[in-house]
């Protein structure tokens, strides 16, 4: 019998339909023929806990610290028992295994930790699906691998799990032992991921709460020309103060330019246009649609990925949610016009975008080099009736589609103009755009671009008709919200310095994964670090001293790029994970040097910030499921599920 192992049940029914035998289910597992597909449940396996290694780790102690296991073990995690156990009698009838998680680190991580695992001993075969379309399963089920192909892969995924483990367990106890003794009681959780996402904010917060607006002043002027009118702005020269940006900071020349211009004649000294093409957006990938979603709908990041998975499990209206992938296989291109009509169907608005598709386009969007583990979001064809569709769902619904509608479409083509105007030896600035070709626009509620300026000729005359002096201040940045969070743990490069820290940076992930973002903002809210004010998050009272509290470097991404520099070193070149290992317990020893008592105290004394509403501090009660905390409370203590994907 050969055994099938995917990571999800998904990827198990795609696979089994694309057996030749026709599939039937069984406890836990699907059967066709002489070949079985089960599957985990994302991790089956977690990290062991510290009072596992020693029973009296299961006091926190400062003395115990740093907690180094010599021989690491997994043990299954409480709600996949009955899966692991389905596994492990298949196994034992097994006459070949093939591995079938997702082709990434962490896929590799996650199928293979349960083999070795479960104990089995003889070779691996390894089937790597990236679209779920049946002939492609079936091309990939004819291309199997040897699973040793992979072992470096493998190692490296080893490897992030037991750092991650070694971060948070360490630091966590850390930090809340000296807490205690600062008088809080409460865990004070940190994470190689959270805690840089935290910090963030945090700094965020600082820099709007000590930011000091500061007056500037513009000067326009309406201009009447040959063919029409227009509004221009007034360019400062050097004579006058003016900030870094070129902005005016005395009203009086202003003042006193605007009330000799009016009747005033001058000419048009110079003119420049400038055509361009924009293409479409590509179709989503999970962050890039939370992003969208919370701006265009208000909802909250882990309410998109809520609503994307039942889209995908309850209505199968779309393709796996859970992808960091903007691009689609080129397979889906010669199906795109069946699959739109089918899931356009029953909605007035998406009728009328399909409507205007031209199928015979071709968009950058169909690129196998460009699709990884999974390609974007996108319809499955089945027709969706939105009326039965919550609001969110079909809000969300229709995002995804016409994302992918938009493909079909022209390019936005727009003609920029940008003049310059000599009036009372002065010079002002005018720009406007003209849209030549709408394209894919008219789709996309987008805010208005600049209005078109009349038909203008270098060296025509112009005379002002008024003039005006606006008084403006500086303001200061926005607070994140769930949009802007999101989009900088995507981007995350954009807050660091160091320019190769940040090459490294663009190279990887960014902060978190596609799978994980939503959590990581949540599990900040429910811990009590941030609170959400409207659709801003902010750091509490709590978040803002933890991080004052820790050294700089553990609230900052660049650790996650030194990380994922020597994982990807590992992953690709074959590199000992040891030395990695190695130097992040050396890294641990300083931090751990840093864990002081009346930094906290000092901490939580001065810190600034909102108290939670609802959310409040982890006591240490219950279980949590959330990577990157490392907390586990004196017996009685939450335990993370440190073996879990990347957080």
């Known amino acids: ?32 023929g002489d070949t079985v597909v089960t599957w985990c449940l ?8 510290p009072d596992a290694y020693d029973p009296t780790l299961k006091t926190w102690r400062l003395d115990s610290l740093p907690i180094l296991p010599d021989h690491w073990k997994l043990m299954p995690r409480p709600k996949a028992r009955g899966q692991l156990a389905v596994i492990r009698r298949l196994l034992k009838s097994a006459d070949q295994v093939v591995h079938a998680g997702d082709p990434d680190r962490e896929g590799q991580l996650l199928v293979q930790e349960v083999i070795e695992h479960l104990g089995w001993k003889r070779d691996v075969a390894r089937l790597l699906v990236s679209d779920l379309n049946p002939p492609a399963v079936k091309r990939a089920l004819e291309r199997l691998e040897d699973n040793r192909r992979y072992a470096s892969l493998y190692r490296a995924a080893q490897a992030r799990a037991r750092a991650d483990w070694l971060y948070g367990i360490n630091l966590t106890r850390a930090w809340t032992l000296v807490g205690r003794q600062a008088g809080h009681d409460g865990v004070l959780s940190v994470g190689r991921v959270q805690t840089p996402v935290l910090g963030l904010v945090v700094r965020r917060d600082a820099e709007i709460r000590d930011f000091e607006p ?38 009086a020349p202003a003042a006193a330019l605007a009330d000799r211009l009016p009747g005033a004649e001058g000419r048009l000294d110079s003119l420049a246009s400038r055509d361009k093409r924009q293409a479409a957006p590509l179709p989503y990938s999970l962050s890039a649609l939370q992003v969208d979603a919370a701006r265009r709908h208000g909802l909250s990041a882990k309410s998109v990925l809520d609503v994307c998975q039942r889209l995908y499990e309850r209505h199968q209206l779309i393709t796996y949610p859970r992808s960091d992938c903007r691009y689609l296989p080129e397979e889906h291109f010669a199906q795109a016009q069946r699959t739109l009509s089918g899931a356009c169907r029953n909605d007035e608005t998406l009728s009328r975008w399909l409507a205007g598709a031209d199928f015979s386009r071709r968009s950058k969007a169909w690129d196998d080099k460009k699709v990884g583990a999974h390609h974007a979001l996108a319809p499955t064809g089945k027709p969706a009736d939105l009326d039965r569709l919550s609001r969110q769902e079909a809000d969300v619904f229709r995002l995804i589609a016409r994302n992918v509608l938009a493909q079909f479409y022209p390019a936005l083509q727009t003609r920029e103009v940008k003049a310059e105007f000599l009036i009372a030896g002065e010079r002002f600035r005018a720009r406007g755009q003209e849209v030549l070709e709408p394209g894919w626009k008219p789709l996309f509620t987008t805010r208005d671009e600049a209005p078109p300026l009349p038909p203008l000729s270098e060296g025509e005359a112009c005379r002002v008709e008024q003039a005006g002096v606006e008084d403006r201040e500086t303001r200061p940045p926005e607070h994140f919200t769930d949009a802007s969070l999101i989009k900088a743990m995507m981007n995350i490069a954009r807050y660091v310095d160091d320019p190769a820290i940040r090459r490294t940076l663009r190279d ?35 978040g803002s001293a933890l991080i004052a509290s820790l050294p700089e470097a553990v609230g900052r991404p660049e650790r996650t790029a030194q990380w994922e520099q ?19 317990i050396d890294d641990l020893r300083g931090l751990l040097g840093h864990a002081d008592a009346g930094r906290v105290r000092s901490a939580l004394s001065e810190a600034r910030g909102p108290e939670p509403k609802a959310s409040k501090p982890a006591r240490g009660r219950g279980r949590s499921t959330k990577r990157g905390s490392g907390q586990r409370r004196q017996g009685k203590g939450t335990r993370r599920a440190a073996g879990g994907k990347r957080q």
Do not use: C
């Open 1 to 32: 019998m050969r055994l099938i192992i995917a990571e999800k049940p998904s990827l198990a029914r795609a696979i089994a339909n694309a057996l030749p035998a026709s599939p039937h289910r069984e406890e836990g597992a699907l059967v066709a």
């Open 42 to 49: 994302g991790h089956l396996l977690e990290q062991a806990p």
């Open 214 to 251: 500061r007056p500037f002043f513009v000067l326009w002027v309406d201009l009447a020309v040959s063919r029409g009118q227009l509004r221009a702005w007034w360019v400062p020269g050097d004579p006058h103060r003016l900030d870094d940006q070129g902005r005016l900071l005395d009203r």
């Open 508 to 542: 990887s992930d960014g902060l978190g994964t596609e799978a994980t973002r939503a959590g990581i903002i949540e599990t900040l809210l429910e811990r009590g670090y941030l609170v959400r004010e409207g659709k801003s998050l902010k750091a509490t009272r709590l």
């Open 566 to 584: 020597r994982l990807a070193n590992i992953a690709e070149q074959d590199d000992a994970p040891a030395p990695f290992l190695d130097g992040l």
